[in-house]
């Protein structure tokens, strides 16, 4: 495994060294819940009850993983699932692959609260996360197996349950993230011919993006920029699917830190633990023939070491 800080790399998985003036820490990389999801996504860390939650998209499934005793609960959706959150009110949020859903792990409960997309056969939606001021945004993509086609969207859903379209058209939606004072909001398109995360500055109030610029292209590293999170400094971190790593991003857009995984396809990052200095990890088995040399792929992991905390998410305030 190698470890990039800004400088060069660190390839004593064990041992702290060096590097040019910085240190790198000791990164401890784990697999706490061996699974073959076929797309595991969608991690969230639930501050109140110290649970992660998370999805396998193809499977439809929402998991529950329970750091303390290892234990993972799943519960059916019905259909594919791009993103969650949990609600202010109890229960989550859902980004599926027909529209926005509020659903009860109780009793299983789905409510429909809207599916701006109906009309585009072929499109689901995939990543998601709440704002600071606990609105719910999650973006669309065509995944019916037709040549790419820019015709996803990111949608923000209120606190009353209304939805606005934004910031289209996009290939692969992903990357979506707020800084930790809430003014600058981020997001990727996956796409191979795109690679590209932006930021826009964000009103808090309004819920408005505007002032799109690049962030960053990805093309600078293996990965293509996939889930994402961001730390108490401000940085990007996010999971270079197909590229083996996870990378994190300073708010200047430069690149310091690259984590080299066992996975060539990482797909979600989330900081969690009581001290939210764990980073999880989930991953995909779809399209996966080398088994034998990533026997672990669809599984979740856990980074430790990184020397840094995430910030907690915001309900959804609906």
């Given at each position: 495994m190698s470890i990039y800080w800004r400088g060069g790399y660190v390839r004593d998985r064990e041992k702290a060294t060096p590097v040019s003036g910085r240190f790198a820490?000791?990164?401890?990389?784990?697999?706490?819940?061996?699974?073959?999801?076929?797309?595991?996504?969608g991690a969230i860390w639930d501050v109140d009850d110290?649970?992660?939650?998370w999805?396998?998209?193809?499977?439809?499934?929402?998991?529950?993983?329970?750091?303390?005793?290892?234990?993972?609960?799943?519960?059916?959706i019905g259909e594919q699932v791009g993103s969650i959150a949990r609600c202010a009110s109890g229960g989550l949020v859902m980004a599926t692959e027909s529209g926005f859903y509020l659903f009860d792990p109780a009793s299983g409960e789905k409510?429909?609260?809207?599916?701006?997309?109906?009309?585009?056969?072929?499109?689901?939606?995939?990543?998601?996360?709440?704002?600071?001021h606990g609105r719910f945004w999650a973006g669309t993509m065509r995944d019916d197996g037709a040549p790419p086609e820019r015709r996803g969207s990111f949608y923000r859903l209120d606190p009353d349950h209304s939805v606005s379209r934004h910031l289209d058209p996009v290939h692969t939606t992903n990357g979506l993230a707020f800084s930790p004072?809430?003014?600058?909001?981020?997001?990727?398109?996956?796409?191979?011919?795109?690679q590209t995360v932006w930021a826009c500055d964000y009103d808090p109030d309004t819920g408005t993006p505007t002032?799109?610029?690049v962030f960053f292209h990805s093309g600078e590293v293996a990965g293509r920029p996939d889930g994402a999170t961001i730390d108490v400094d401000g940085c990007y971190w996010f999971a270079g699917v197909g590229g083996w790593q996870i990378v994190r991003v300073?708010?200047?857009g430069l690149v310091d830190r690259i984590i080299e995984m066992p996975v060539e396809k990482p797909s979600k990052v989330m900081f969690g633990d009581a001290g939210l200095d764990t980073l999880y990890v989930t991953s995909?088995?779809?399209?996966?023939?080398?088994?034998?040399?990533?026997?672990?792929?669809?599984?979740?992991?856990?980074?430790?070491?990184?020397?840094?905390?995430?910030?907690?998410?915001?309900?959804?305030?609906?």
């Open positions: 820490m000791t990164i401890s990389i784990d697999c706490v819940f061996p699974s073959r999801s076929r797309l595991g996504e110290a649970r992660l939650w999805v396998d998209i193809r499977a439809g499934l929402v998991h529950r993983y329970d750091p303390a005793s290892g234990r993972n609960d799943s519960f059916e409510q429909c609260i809207a599916t701006p997309e109906s009309h585009l056969e072929g499109n689901r939606f995939n990543d998601g996360t709440t704002d600071p004072d809430g003014d600058v909001m981020y997001f990727a398109d996956t796409n191979r011919d795109v002032a799109k610029r300073t708010p200047a995909i088995a779809e399209g996966i023939s080398n088994t034998a040399v990533q026997p672990d792929a669809g599984s979740l992991f856990a980074i430790t070491g990184t020397g840094t905390q995430g910030l907690p998410q915001a309900r959804f305030a609906g």
